[in-house]
């Protein structure tokens, strides 16, 4: 996936006109297809681990929703960023852990069940947090409206994902004979997001300069490192340090830039973040998955 990603997204950088067939206002309906998916696929007893490990779940959850958010904020704060740049870069920060972190964590050999409970966890809290941590960290430099963000959380990863669910409860028999085919869906998903998000602001994004890059490669690889740390702070297994490093790391980039479209639509260039750490950690876990198999 990492190498579709970063070749339909290089595409779209430097050859715009081939993607600008997928419209933005794709975006909020590509993003319900994955979450659906997510849905069609959880069980409830992925919660069940909240119960019987709710340490670890705690430990992981906290810090995801201070580690990342705070970083963002540095490194904009850091490396000078314009107040749209710094909404984007909030964003990516604000929002919960993906469901690639999950992936990750399987070919990583961590505790692929505590990976999946964090991001489960953390999408439920993510209407209640992402606005109000966007609020706290922005209100000084822009308007946030955090009812709208609220609104557009509710509507594009909590609705789509009870439904999945649902379905998934009531007509299980079923489900299980599409469920091979829903990675792919989400994958295709995934890459219209990016395409479309690139090529209308490729020429922004290439205005930028290598900045917006920097501040975006240090916000995954220091959160994969705090993560990681922490894993060792609580004394964390191996396989649980990997869990939470990943989870930690990795954001649901797709809701940041949805949410930089729908409650800053003044703001373009906050779109920008969240499209290339879209591509990007997709990129970095599959590298830090192959590391952690090298025995680390």
């Not at 000078?80 to 870069?89: A, H, P």
Request: aromatic fraction near 10%; charge should be positive.
């Amino acid at each position: 996936m990492a190498w579709i990603v970063l070749v339909i997204a290089a595409m779209a950088l430097f050859l715009p006109q081939t993607c600008l067939w997928i419209q933005t206002g794709w975006i909020n309906y590509l993003l319900m297809i994955v979450m659906f998916g997510m849905g069609m696929t959880a069980k409830l007893s992925d919660f069940a681990i909240v119960f019987k490990r709710p340490r670890d779940v705690m430990i992981g959850c906290a810090a995801q929703f201070i580690v990342m958010p705070l970083l963002a904020f540095l490194l904009g704060k850091a490396f000078s960023l314009n107040d749209e740049l710094l909404v984007g870069v909030v964003l990516v920060g604000t929002c919960p852990g993906g469901t690639s972190s999950n992936v990750i964590t399987y070919l990583s050999k961590g505790d692929t069940a505590l990976s999946i409970g964090m991001t489960s966890i953390n999408t439920l809290l993510a209407p209640l947090l992402t606005p109000l941590l966007t609020y706290l960290y922005l209100r000084t430099s822009v308007t946030v409206d955090v009812m709208s963000m609220f609104m557009s959380i509710i509507q594009v990863v909590i609705v789509p994902i009870g439904l999945g669910l649902l379905i998934n409860r009531v007509f299980g028999k079923y489900t299980q004979k599409i469920s091979a085919v829903l990675p792919t869906v989400s994958v295709t998903a995934i890459c219209l997001i990016v395409a479309a998000v690139v090529s209308h602001n490729s020429e922004k994004i290439r205005s930028t300069g290598l900045v917006i890059f920097a501040v975006v490669i240090l916000h995954n690889l220091l959160g994969y490192l705090c993560g990681y740390l922490i894993g060792v702070l609580f004394h964390m297994d191996l396989p649980r340090k990997k869990a939470v490093a990943i989870e930690i790391g990795m954001q649901n980039s797709g809701l940041a830039t949805t949410l930089a479209g729908t409650s800053f639509p003044g703001m373009a260039m906050a779109t920008v973040p969240g499209a290339i750490f879209s591509v990007w950690h997709n990129i970095s876990g599959a590298l830090l998955a192959g590391w952690f198999n090298r025995g680390w």
